[in-house]
């Protein structure tokens, strides 16, 4: 079975710092998805960015950078220099090919960032 | 384009009533899936639907139930409400059918609370 951990589960930090969120999968498949959703107060799920397992590549849009290691299981995401609309909760999420359209969330991450 | 829609936004039932949920992709999705989301267990897979048929199913008692409409809109039953079934019921669509693993926009979920 297939399992995504987000360690951490709030951060809280000051305006203009960096935060790096930690996620780790669990799964046997070789062909799979790694997910980044945001979900703000008002509850909506926000996507945010999709990666197969072949594509390692690191990614970097904005403010927002991914750093994706097959080799350690983990797909982290950094927020540089952080505002106070960036608070909400993220997750991470991982699609097995063999699963359809099944996410499997990990527990998420709360950010606070403070003025 | 309009994102995902979902009707009713709040919901107040009473246990052992029953509740129909609806939701609207985006305009040319045809796949849609419903996931339930509670503060003990997060995020978690219901089902997945496409050219109205069910392709994948979480773990979740009968009472749970939906259906797909030809025009790709879908809905989802609960039936003899219990207190446990409170929670924030979010629907996503994408694009294909759940074998291409094609990201998924959530909607703004609709709130269920049973009393």
């Known amino acids: 079975a297939q399992k995504v951990t987000q360690a951490q589960t709030e951060i809280s930090v000051v305006e203009k710092e960096d935060v790096t969120l930690d996620c780790v999968y669990e799964?046997?498949?070789?062909?799979?998805?790694l997910f980044w959703y945001k979900q703000p107060p008002s509850g909506e799920l926000v996507f945010l960015i999709r990666?197969?397992?072949?594509?390692?590549q690191n990614e970097i849009s904005g403010r927002y950078s991914w750093n994706f290691q097959k080799s350690t299981s983990s797909f982290n995401f950094t927020i540089t220099a952080s505002q106070v609309v960036d608070s909400a909760v993220y997750f991470c999420?991982?699609?097995?090919?063999?699963?359809?359209?099944?996410?499997?969330f990990g527990g998420g991450t709360r950010v606070l960032v403070k003025p | 384009k309009a994102g995902v829609t979902q009707t009713p936004r709040y919901l107040i039932k009473t246990r052992g009533q029953q509740v129909t949920l609806s939701c609207s992709p985006i305009?040319?999705?045809?796949?849609v899936s419903w996931y339930q989301q509670t503060p003990g267990q997060g995020l978690q897979f219901l089902f997945e639907?496409?050219?109205?048929?069910?392709?994948n199913k979480g773990n979740f008692p009968g009472r749970f139930s939906g259906r797909q409409f030809s025009n790709s809109r879908s809905e989802m039953n609960v039936s003899t409400l219990e207190l446990g079934d409170s929670a924030l019921y979010l629907c996503?669509?994408?694009?294909?059918?759940?074998?291409?693993?094609?990201?998924?926009?959530f909607g703004p979920g609709t709130r269920l609370l049973v009393l």
């Open positions: 996503a669509s994408s694009l294909g059918p759940g074998d291409t693993q094609e990201t998924q926009y």
């Open positions: 999420a991982l699609i097995r090919t063999a699963a359809g359209n099944k996410l499997t």
């Open positions: 639907y496409f050219s109205e048929t069910q392709r």
């Open positions: 305009s040319g999705h045809r796949s």
């Open positions: 799964t046997r498949d070789t062909t799979y998805y």
């Open positions: 990666r197969n397992s072949f594509d390692e």
